[in-house]
């Protein structure tokens, strides 16, 4: 089983749509959760940390279920701007190691 | 004013040669890593440097060496270099330990490495 498994996509979905992205992870000592965007040919970008309470920024909402072992992000009325690939990171706070998910990869379309 | 920058952008050599990628970031940040990012996109630890210090050296041919004279500062450095070492590389750097954003991670805009 992978340390961190997202839906390998891609995800075409119409412009304005509500998009949502599911990660899993398998240690369950993980302490910090992040969500991070790469465009074609470009670096990661932070996007959200995720915190144990959910959190929002603007169409963003990151969800964590420490229980289930999982974290979601949901974007609201889409853009064609979001179109990139949307990583999954988990770190156990023992190290300075993070863990990547493959990531998934989003198509807006207009 | 870029936070973390890496030189060259693309780097294109033949098999067998030596080369250097290197990387500095004015974040101010203790920790530095190296990531290589295959043709299938999936991003790979190789190394991490905490003040100075080798934190994080992953399973990767001893070919690949970095170095870091200061904690601004992270380069890498492959010898013998074969077509399999191929990718992009990245750059990052993350805070000190103990602050909330500790494991944040800030990448520079990599560097293309073909080898021909």
């Known amino acids: 089983r992978k340390e961190v498994e997202q839906d390998p996509g891609p995800f075409n979905v119409p412009e304005g749509a509500t998009v949502a992205f599911n990660c899993t992870y398998s240690?369950?000592?993980?302490?910090?959760f992040f969500w991070y965007r790469q465009d074609c040919r470009k670096e990661p970008k932070l996007l959200m940390s995720?915190?144990?309470?959910?959190n929002e920024d603007g169409r963003f909402t990151a969800q964590l279920n420490r229980a289930s072992q999982y974290i979601s992000l949901l974007i609201r009325d889409s853009k064609l701007s979001d179109s990139a690939t949307y990583l999954c990171?988990?770190?156990?706070?023992?190290?300075?190691?993070?863990?990547w998910g493959a990531g998934t990869k989003l198509i807006i379309k207009p | 004013d870029t936070a973390v920058s890496q030189t060259p952008k693309y780097l294109v050599t033949q098999m067998g040669n030596d080369k250097s990628i290197k990387c500095e970031q004015n974040?101010?940040?203790?920790?530095m890593y190296w990531y290589k990012q295959d043709s299938k996109k999936f991003l790979k630890i190789m190394f991490s440097?905490?003040?100075?210090?080798?934190?994080i050296n992953e399973t990767v041919p001893n070919r690949f060496s970095p170095k870091s004279p200061d904690k601004a500062h992270l380069n890498l450095h492959i010898n013998s270099l074969e077509l399999g070492d191929s990718a992009v590389y990245f750059c990052?750097?993350?805070?000190?330990?103990?602050?909330?954003?500790?494991?944040?991670?800030?990448f520079g805009p990599g560097t293309r490495l073909t080898v021909t």
């Open positions: 990052a750097s993350s805070p000190h330990r103990g602050t909330g954003a500790s494991y944040e991670q800030y």
């Open positions: 974040l101010g940040h203790d920790t």
């Open positions: 440097y905490n003040n100075k210090e080798l934190i």
């Open positions: 240690n369950s000592a993980s302490q910090s």
């Open positions: 995720v915190y144990s309470s959910g």
């Open positions: 990171v988990v770190n156990l706070d023992s190290n300075y190691q993070l863990i």
